[in-house]
């Protein structure tokens, strides 16, 4: 398995608090991902990053921001959850050698977020 | 616009039969087609991907995958079901190019193989 930790695995919060996600990779990829799974809906993308610095807003990104600092970390925070936002969250990273976009993201184990 | 479908919310199989995961794609350009696998409480599993070249794609566990362009389809297969191929799968596809981030999942089949 690629060596992904997602923090925590299990939250629960109130409306309005702002939570921060962690994922930390020790592959030293380029590529980071945040995603939002919901049931009927698959996979959908919140941001990514691109480097150091370097994020794009997905589908999915209102009412998240995200901040990659060093390689190996990429935070999603959601500045004040609402409980539309209940959801599992995964962290992605993928390679940059060659074509990219062909490369296969590998995924962490996810956090289950509940927002009361 | 890039859109992943998979047609069958569930699809139940016989341990030792072949199985069928549909997937069909709606991409504008050269698609870069994958397929995920994920067991309950874990994150998603890459099992394989299209690039180019032949058709028929061998991945992880036993499974293959058929590209079919004018189809615009891209069906998971294994030839003898396992009970511990019960799972959720998910069809997923990218633009080719060095621009392209974006990665669209299908909304994911349950397998569920019968012992």
């Known amino acids: 398995d690629a060596g992904i930790t997602q923090s925590p695995r299990h939250k629960v919060t109130e409306t309005g608090t702002p939570v921060t996600l962690r994922c930390h990779q020790t592959e030293n990829h380029r590529y980071m991902y945040w995603y939002r799974q919901d049931p009927g809906h698959g996979l959908r993308l919140i941001h990514y990053s691109y480097g150091v610095k370097d994020t794009d807003k997905g589908e999915v990104s209102d009412g998240y921001s995200v901040s990659r600092s060093k390689t190996e970390d990429f935070l999603l925070t959601l500045e004040s959850a609402t409980s539309s936002q209940t959801s599992v969250y995964f962290c992605?990273?993928?390679?940059?050698?060659?074509?990219?976009?062909?490369?296969?993201?590998?995924f962490g184990d996810g956090t289950r977020l509940s927002i009361l | 616009a890039q859109s992943v479908a998979q047609p069958e919310d569930q699809v139940n199989v016989a341990e030792g039969n072949p199985l069928t995961v549909k997937c069909t794609y709606s991409?504008?350009?050269?698609?870069?087609l994958f397929w995920y696998v994920q067991y309950p409480n874990r994150g998603l599993q890459f099992l394989l991907k299209y690039i180019t070249g032949d058709n028929l794609v061998k991945g992880s566990y036993g499974f293959e995958a058929e590209f079919n362009k004018s189809q615009t389809s891209f069906h998971l297969k294994k030839p003898s079901a396992l009970v511990s191929d019960s799972a959720l799968y998910f069809c997923a596809v990218r633009i080719s190019g060095a621009g392209s981030y974006q990665l669209t999942f299908g909304k994911g089949t349950k397998l569920s193989v019968i012992p």
């Open positions: 991409v504008s350009g050269n698609p870069y």
């Open positions: 992605a990273i993928s390679e940059s050698w060659g074509d990219h976009s062909n490369q296969p993201q590998h």
